[in-house]
């Protein structure tokens, strides 16, 4: 496969080493204190792979190699907004990947049938706020260095 094309799959079995090599450079980055919707753990690369819920899970691959993560979720538990989530690998940022992977996963969520979607970021964590500040997400709760970020779609 040739390494610049770039694809976003929705995760399955297919993907089920490479999300465990990710999740694994994830966890030991020690960048997970910033996302941690899940353990980053070969088991949970495996839950996701074959998953079948309502929730959605995409990887955002460059060739063979999974460079961003997004999630839509909630929708297994009954809410009408899902949340968003995304981690991009470090050689991903800066280049307009992590922008990329929201406008689907955006286009995906109004696909579903949302008309809002939500999120949450630490504070502190200033290349994300800035990001969905320019997607249009007005952060309105605060959960003490996180806020809730909400947008219409």
Not at 133 to 138: P, S
Request: charged share 20%; with cysteine.
């Amino acid at each position: 496969m040739n390494l610049d094309v770039l694809q976003i799959c929705r995760i399955d079995a297919s993907l089920e080493a490479a999300l465990a090599v990710f999740f694994e450079t994830i966890q030991a980055s020690g960048e997970a204190e910033f996302f941690h919707p899940h353990p980053f753990t070969a088991q949970e690369a495996s839950r996701r792979a074959y998953y079948r819920g309502a929730d959605l899970y995409y990887a955002l691959l460059q060739g063979e190699q999974i460079i961003g993560y997004g999630m839509l979720r909630g929708w297994d538990e009954g809410y009408t907004i899902p949340s968003l989530g995304i981690f991009m690998a470090r050689a991903a940022r800066g280049r307009g990947l992590g922008e990329l992977l929201m406008h689907f996963l955006h286009a995906a969520a109004r696909a579903r049938g949302a008309e809002k979607i939500r999120l949450t970021v630490y504070t502190h964590n200033a290349a994300a706020v800035s990001l969905y500040q320019k997607l249009g997400y007005r952060f309105e709760d605060a959960e003490s260095d996180q806020v809730i970020g909400y947008m219409d779609l």
